[in-house]
């Protein structure tokens, strides 16, 4: 805020996120889980319209104020939007190289509806501590998972969400998460503390997530799905050329990752090299979609065209089995755009509500009406809920709150992994439920389920934050400073 620019009153701030919330409650009635299409979009429009009206009108920020606000939030979401572009890239090069195809077969193979949902939700949970990306797991393995447990006879909404119990189960537990080593550093304490402080929370909460899940495995009725399988698995064989070549691709992603090499690069490399096993291994499926899209010449022309249209465009590989072509649709990188649209809009909103301090206001009455530890916590998982759907950000919904109340915690004599702890149980996997937060938007369109749909299903998200207040006011598991220490800091405070 400039100098010109007044102070915003709590009602002033509150009024753009209830009329986001109210607007957002009749849009999803109107359209349901086709809000993605655009109408999400306008809502999130008119309530920056909104927003930035209070703050020119009655606070008196300028336009150039307001509009850079804006530019700096939707700036900050460009990495975020590079890697959805190529993850749609990628996941178009890998259902037509037979990558994805391959690893539904073999998974039919090894996996039954009894143990499936524990099982998806392992596999995700040890690939994401690997590689420390819930991203890239879900638009690898778990693009693969959800074609299996819809074979098997699961909703795709239930699968959805023990895909991402699993991937940000493995993301929070990772110490090569970006999420993971940022909580700690806002919080002013190291990486290793917060892992292990985490734990105390976490392990509680993902044992609970797969009784859950094992208890739905073992109760549902899925009689004939035996057949079933067997006729996707043959179909798919019989579309593809499968083989364990396929699995290198995988594999060579999965190194650089674990070696650290940013996103970006990796995942344009994983979409080339999903490109050339496409031209090597599915020569009888580029001549069949060249057939359909009436592409005449020579089959390196066609395999140039066909290639190039999974990566940018729609790619639909149609056989005998209604199941089957349901699982091999993808949409590349044009079937995020409107997700883009989405994430532009919603850090719009957020810049607005920032520049002009009503994020700000709303923050301090949080923090006016904290008088215990429980209360603390509670308050600080609340605020990054709160940071999560009004900024659509789970990077500012751990900065944010972890600046606002690292002074708080330590004044109180709490160490600062207990506030690393409550950020990540609270900002990191909440994010992945709000519909137009970059998580939530991004994991609707790689998997192809809407938020609303898989979000009652994502125990583990939905418990942490639960457990994480629990642990407060029960006064478990929380790290206190010695007096000494206490004695330390406050002669620190009084020197500075």
């Known amino acids: 805020m400039d100098k010109t620019s007044k102070r915003p009153s709590i009602s002033e701030a509150l009024f753009p996120i209830v009329f986001l919330i109210v607007l957002l409650a009749i849009n999803i009635k109107v359209f349901g889980t086709d809000g993605l299409s655009g109408s999400n979009q306008l809502v999130l429009i008119v309530s920056a319209a909104v927003a930035g009206l209070i703050a020119s009108i009655r606070l008196n920020v300028k336009w150039e104020k307001i509009q850079e606000g804006m530019i700096n939030s939707i700036s900050s979401a460009m990495s975020s939007i590079l890697i959805l572009l190529l993850i749609g890239a990628l996941a178009g090069t890998w259902m037509l190289s037979g990558i994805v195809p391959a ?84 919080a002013g304490t190291d990486l290793f503390t917060h892992i292990k402080h985490m734990m105390k929370t976490t392990v509680p909460s993902i044992i609970i997530t797969l009784i859950i899940f094992a208890a739905i495995g073992f109760i549902g009725n899925r009689e004939g799905t035996v057949g079933q399988v067997e006729e996707i698995s043959r179909v798919i064989s019989s579309t593809f050329s499968i083989n364990g070549w396929l699995f290198l691709v995988p594999v060579i992603v999965f190194i650089l990752i674990v070696k650290k090499v940013p996103a970006i690069p990796v995942l344009l490399a994983g979409a080339i090299l999903g490109a050339i096993f496409a031209v090597l291994f599915q020569q009888e499926v580029i001549r069949d979609l060249a057939s359909i899209s009436s592409i005449e010449g020579s ?45 532009i809009c919603a850090m719009a909103f957020g810049g607005i509500m920032e520049v002009s301090g009503m994020l700000k206001v709303i923050a301090e009455a949080v923090i006016s009406k904290v008088n215990s530890v429980g209360s603390l916590i509670a308050a600080t998982a609340g605020t990054g809920l709160f940071f999560n759907i009004t900024t659509s950000d789970q990077y500012l919904a751990i900065l944010v709150p972890g600046r606002m109340y690292a002074d708080i915690y330590r004044k109180r004599g709490l160490k600062g992994e207990n506030l690393s702890r409550t950020l990540e149980d609270s900002a990191t996997v909440t994010s992945v439920l709000i519909p137009w937060n970059t998580c939530g938007a991004t994991q609707a369109s790689v998997l192809g389920v809407a938020t609303l749909a ?34 330390t800091i406050n002669e620190e405070e009084i020197g500075a």
């Open 103 to 186: 690893m539904i077969y073999y998974g039919l193979k090894v996996l039954n509806p009894t143990v499936f949902l524990v099982a998806a939700c392992v596999v995700c949970g040890v690939v994401s501590i690997a590689t420390g990306s819930s991203w890239t797991t879900v638009a690898t393995v778990g693009v693969a998972l959800l074609g299996i447990g819809k074979a098997l006879g699961f909703s795709e909404g239930l699968v959805g969400g023990a895909i991402i119990s699993g991937a940000y189960f493995g993301d929070k537990m990772s110490p090569l998460s970006d999420t993971t080593n940022l909580a700690p550093a806002m």
């Open 299 to 343: 089959l390196s022309l066609q395999s140039f065209k066909i290639v190039m249209k999974a990566l940018y465009g729609d790619t639909a590989i149609l056989t005998s089995n209604e199941i089957v072509n349901e699982l091999l649709v993808t949409g590349g990188m044009s079937g995020m755009l409107y997700t883009v649209w989405l994430i």
């Open 454 to 487: 898989y979000a009652p299903y994502c125990f583990f998200n939905i418990i942490s934050p639960f457990m994480t207040i629990l642990f407060g006011y029960f006064n478990w598991g929380i790290n206190y400073y010695s007096k000494k220490e206490m004695k």
